[in-house]
């Protein structure tokens, strides 16, 4: 009897315990459904954010619909974001070190990342180049050399230390760092006639080309979307992230000309690995002449040991 009645209630065990777990699994699917609305969800940001200690005022619908369109439209491409939130953290120590011995706000790294998505080979339809994308013109001016053999506009460190020389030079002329930064995008001159005809000092009320009024709002929800990244359900295993950039760079002078792969044999490296981190030297030969080398971190000792072997070529001095 006790056997027919566990026979009888068995197979209504076993649709309950597939009905339970049924439920589960359209929990799990309703609460990821949920994030993913949440997702777009910008209801619950501060009443102001803040780039270089100056604030944005989210109260003020034209700049919470400013703020909101660069946001969204970062927030579509999670890919995108997992991408530069991993460089972020690749290039923050060798951008933020110089933005430290410049003494100025360590939120510029947010403006480098807006411009290049921080990829040292980016180059534009106006033929700005690098992670700084500087124009030919204004990279001449801020101390890099250009020339068939050499484009220090993709020098990782020397670009970087010309840009900030660069938005030094602005905000002390302007003394606003918005402004600073929109005089970076469009350049000064607009930005000097821009003040003078409309009567205003403030960037966000200030009649801009489309692409600078956009630029500093670019800034900020990259900067609200990195440093929250969580908040807006992307998640990154430490252990995926992209393993930091450290250089050291190191003057050299060669006395003929000189076949670049050299540097690489003596930094035991692929040739690859050698030009990803020398993007500025341009042609597979260099003239006689005195030159930058980037030479990766933990291949410092070896390089200058091998470098010794090659008479032609003298060490100066280290950066």
Known sequence: MNLCIFSCVYPQYKKTEALERRVGELEKELARLKKEVDF????????????????ISLKRDDLRERFEREMLQFLENKGLLVILIKRYFKYYNVINDEIKKFGLPSDLIFLVLAESYLNPRALSKAEAAGLWQFIKETGKKEGLFINDHIDERYNIKKSTRSALMHLKKLNEEFNDWFITMAAYNAGAARLREAISNQGTRDFFDLFLPEETER?????ISLKEIVLNREKYGIRIDENSLYKPVILKEIMIEIEK???????AKAMDVSFKVFRDANLHLRRYRLPKGVYTINVLGDKYSVFMKNIKEYPHICILREK
């Open 40 to 55: 777009y969800n910008l209801t619950n940001l501060p009443e102001h954010l803040t780039l270089c200690e100056k604030k």
């Open 257 to 263: 000309e000189t076949h670049i792969s050299v540097f």
């Open 215 to 219: 630029y500093i709002f670019r800034i």
